[in-house]
């Protein structure tokens, strides 16, 4: 579920990575003084042009998860990036100007979106026009690209079939030219010899050759078991084989990646990635994803050493990422049976809910928090009620912390 390769993986693959010592720049006060002024609903500090919808959509979807309501004003931000086609952008910077053809529409920002709408329900417009442009630019193969008439490759193809079964659609169903969204994806599995054992490819090289790659894998994991980003960890709870056997189902397939994925994070816990000219260092977004897909594939017990790294190791790395990171965690805590409000001794709730606009819940607090502080029957008055009717040695005044901006 991190940023496909696109030119979203691009510009934002260091914040992705990350590391426990963040290398790159400090964004936590804001944009830079060139940047536009970011939209009042969007989560996130950073420069939307390549994640906002992305980061927005997984927001949302997280927050959900936790039955936390987002403010209307994220939603309306989300739905309002909608071109008229269905499609969503990375990022509109004039959502009331008519998309052309200037303006990139992408898979991946289209399914995400509708996975956080249909999720939030009361949408029903929004994300049946973005399946059926989803449907319309599917290629011959059963998969998608990023971009319309593109490549098909694992991670499109894996979002897409979680935006389906969302919108309450059968993935296998939604066929082109005889072949469905599940062909394609067998297409990029690795058999169970060689490098790569049970892996997904992103896409073959020039000559066709599969290459494993540990994000697909974990989005193909999730995917071929026809789940979305925020899907419960309710696998079968035994121990994932490689086993060829012919052409594999997607449900072979799946556990077949998961294998791949469980001995990629046996010996540290984590998954490692490089940049080039850089050292090689932890990869807290994969990582997260692979927790996922282990928790979905094979039950939450089998997820517990990179769980158990995350809860140590990701909190510097979430804090400079943003809200996109945050929303991981959430999900891969959630699937693998962990609190999400107390990750490693951090409220992963609290941490996104402060990146945007205060959730509804938040804000009717702080409302009614206002109205006691004003009220001549306030909290000093109780005081005194307690203190003279002698309730003992002292009491305990707990207020309700407010969800601001981080």
Same mark, same amino acid.
């Given at each position: 579920?991190?940023?496909?390769?696109?030119?979203?993986?691009?510009? %934002?693959?260091?914040?992705?990575?990350?590391?426990?010592a963040?290398?790159?720049?400090?964004?936590?006060?804001?944009?830079?003084?060139?940047?536009?002024?970011?939209?009042?609903?969007?989560?996130?500090?950073?420069?939307? !042009?390549?994640?906002? /919808?992305?980061? !927005?959509?997984?927001?949302?979807?997280? !927050?959900?998860?936790?039955?936390?309501?987002?403010?209307?004003?994220? /939603?309306?931000?989300?739905?309002g990036?909608?071109?008229?086609?269905?499609?969503?952008?990375?990022?509109?910077?004039?959502?009331?100007?008519?998309c052309?053809?200037?303006?990139?529409?992408?898979?991946?920002?289209?399914?995400?979106? &509708?996975?956080?709408?249909?999720?939030?329900?009361?949408?029903?417009? +929004?994300t049946?026009?973005?399946?059926?442009?989803l449907?319309?630019?599917?290629?011959?193969?059963?998969?998608?690209?990023?971009?319309?008439?593109?490549?098909?490759?694992?991670?499109?193809?894996?979002?897409?079939?979680?935006?389906? %079964?969302?919108?309450?659609?059968?993935?296998?169903? &939604?066929?082109?030219?005889?072949?469905?969204?599940?062909?394609?994806?067998?297409?990029?599995?690795?058999?169970?010899?060689?490098?790569?054992?049970?892996?997904?490819?992103?896409?073959?090289?020039?000559?066709?050759?599969?290459?494993?790659?540990?994000?697909?894998?974990?989005?193909?994991?999730?995917a071929?078991?026809?789940?979305?980003?925020?899907?419960?960890?309710?696998?079968?709870?035994?121990?994932?084989?490689?086993?060829?056997?012919?052409?594999?189902?997607? $449900?072979?397939?799946?556990?077949?990646?998961?294998?791949?994925?469980?001995?990629?994070?046996?010996?540290?816990?984590?998954?490692?990635?490089?940049?080039?000219?850089a050292?090689?260092?932890?990869? #807290?977004?994969?990582?997260?994803?692979?927790?996922?897909?282990?928790?979905?594939?094979?039950?939450?017990?089998?997820?517990?050493?990179?769980?158990?790294?995350?809860?140590?190791?990701?909190?510097?790395?979430?804090?400079q990422?943003?809200?996109?990171?945050?929303? !991981?965690?959430? #999900?891969?805590?959630?699937?693998?049976?962990?609190?999400?409000?107390?990750?490693?001794?951090?409220?992963?709730?609290?941490?996104?809910?402060?990146?945007?606009?205060?959730?509804? +819940?938040?804000?009717?607090?702080?409302?009614?928090?206002? %109205?006691?502080? $004003?009220?001549p029957?306030?909290?000093?008055?109780?005081?005194?009620?307690f203190? &003279?009717?002698?309730?003992?040695?002292?009491?305990?005044?707990?207020?309700?912390?407010?969800?601001?901006?981080?």
């Amino acid at each position: 579920m991190n940023f496909r390769r696109s030119a979203a993986a691009l510009a %934002a693959a260091v914040a992705v990575i990350g590391s426990a010592a963040p290398a790159v720049a400090d964004t936590s006060a804001g944009p830079s003084p060139s940047s536009p002024a970011l939209p009042a609903g969007l989560y996130g500090t950073t420069d939307p !042009q390549y994640d906002g /919808v992305w980061r !927005q959509s997984l927001a949302l979807l997280a !927050q959900h998860t936790m039955e936390v309501r987002p403010a209307a004003k994220a /939603v309306d931000w989300l739905t309002g990036q909608q071109c008229a086609d269905g499609s969503f952008a990375a990022f509109r910077a004039e959502p009331g100007k008519a998309c052309d053809a200037k303006l990139m529409v992408d898979t991946n920002s289209t399914a995400a979106a &509708v996975q956080a709408l249909a999720a939030l329900g009361g949408h029903d417009t +929004a994300t049946g026009k973005a399946v059926s442009w989803l449907k319309s630019v599917q290629n011959k193969d059963g998969g998608w690209g990023y971009t319309p008439g593109g490549p098909s490759d694992t991670n499109s193809t894996s979002v897409v079939i979680g935006a389906l %079964a969302a919108a309450g659609q059968k993935p296998e169903s &939604v066929v082109k030219d005889g072949k469905s969204p599940y062909d394609a994806l067998l297409t990029f599995a690795l058999p169970c010899s060689g490098d790569g054992a049970g892996a997904f490819a992103y896409q073959p090289d020039k000559k066709g050759k599969l290459a494993a790659n540990a994000d697909a894998t974990a989005a193909a994991v999730v995917a071929a078991l026809g789940q979305g980003m925020a899907p419960e960890g309710n696998g079968k709870g035994s121990e994932a084989r490689c086993e060829d056997s012919g052409k594999p189902s997607p $449900d072979r397939a799946a556990a077949n990646g998961a294998s791949y994925l469980a001995q990629a994070v046996a010996k540290d816990g984590h998954l490692t990635s490089s940049l080039p000219g850089a050292t090689d260092q932890p990869d #807290f977004g994969n990582t997260a994803d692979t927790v996922v897909a282990l928790a979905v594939q094979s039950g939450p017990a089998q997820a517990q050493k990179p769980l158990k790294w995350l809860e140590k190791n990701s909190e510097a790395w979430a804090k400079q990422s943003g809200p996109a990171a945050y929303a !991981q965690l959430v #999900f891969a805590a959630r699937a693998a049976g962990a609190d999400p409000r107390d990750f490693g001794g951090v409220d992963l709730v609290e941490r996104l809910n402060a990146t945007g606009p205060a959730p509804q +819940a938040a804000a009717e607090k702080d409302t009614e928090d206002s %109205a006691k502080s $004003d009220s001549p029957f306030g909290v000093w008055w109780t005081v005194g009620v307690f203190l &003279v009717a002698g309730v003992g040695i002292g009491f305990l005044l707990s207020g309700r912390k407010k969800q601001g901006q981080s």
